[in-house]
């Protein structure tokens, strides 16, 4: 997915598998009901073993004392902690897409709370910027964008999380996770598993907010700002749960 197109992304329509070819065994099993199950269990599992610090920027408070929605934002290599500290705290929806494969991580989410909307962002992602934009409207609900994802490039953001701030006037939350110690695997996202009993930290930054009038280059320049944001946001994360200085915001 690249930067310029008709179409926009609107981030990460998880889920998504190559067209063509036979789903092979081994696949098939891991992706069967059964697994997933136990998947979500080993991650509650994990989640419940982890010590877990939070650091949120003041703004963030005030904007959810007044109960206004937001729009999260986060690297697809660290996402996989976040729907088990934050489905039930937190009214999230996320898009997943329509594949065997979305089916797959829609069940998955559901059981930690997080409520998904079912499309593509490759293919259509203007009525996925519409569904998206109408939860935010007309049920205050907050959305989780993966800005890099589902193919990468890694750590590059896309446009249409800015896009979906742009129409709804909800602002972009950065969010950073990090665990010590962890395993960093050998894929395009560079995804974090923590270690049991790791020390974690999850922190928010500062909200991104987009004008409702903004051009194609202010929305480029918001798009620049998210990136930069969450690169640095994702580092403190790191540094905190490493037992570093905490992050000023």
Do not use: C
């Not at 609107?10 to 098939?28: E, H, L, Q, T, V």
């Not at 249409?160 to 950065?174: E, I, M, N, Q, R």
């Not at 923590?194 to 280059?217: E, K, L």
């Amino acid at each position: 997915m690249g930067r310029r197109g008709a179409e926009p992304p609107i981030g990460s329509s998880a889920g998504s598998s190559p067209r063509g070819g036979r789903r092979r065994p081994g696949r098939a099993l891991a992706t069967s009901r059964p697994a997933v199950a136990l998947g979500r269990g080993l991650v509650r599992g994990l989640g419940a073993s982890l010590r877990v610090r939070e650091f949120r920027a003041p703004a963030l408070d005030a904007l959810w004392r007044t109960g206004r929605p937001v729009i999260y934002v986060v690297w697809h290599g660290r996402i996989l902690m976040l729907p088990y500290l934050y489905g039930r705290r937190r009214r999230v929806h996320v898009l997943t897409s329509r594949s065997r494969d979305g089916e797959i991580l829609t069940r998955f989410v559901q059981g930690f709370g997080i409520r998904v909307v079912r499309g593509s962002s490759s293919r259509g992602g203007v009525r996925a910027l519409l569904a998206l934009s109408r939860l935010v409207r007309e049920e205050g609900a907050e959305i989780l964008v993966v800005p890099d994802g589902p193919r990468g490039p890694r750590h590059v953001a896309q446009a249409g999380a800015v896009l979906l701030a742009k129409v709804t006037g909800a602002p972009l939350v950065p969010v950073g996770f990090g665990a010590t110690p962890s395993t960093v695997l050998r894929s395009w996202d560079a995804f974090l598993v923590p270690h049991p009993f790791a020390r974690a930290a999850v922190v928010f930054g500062n909200p991104i907010a987009v004008p409702p009038d903004a051009d194609r280059d202010l929305v480029e320049s918001k798009r620049r700002d998210l990136e930069a944001a969450l690169l640095w946001i994702t580092a403190a994360a790191d540094r905190a749960a490493g037992g570093g200085d905490v992050p000023a915001l």
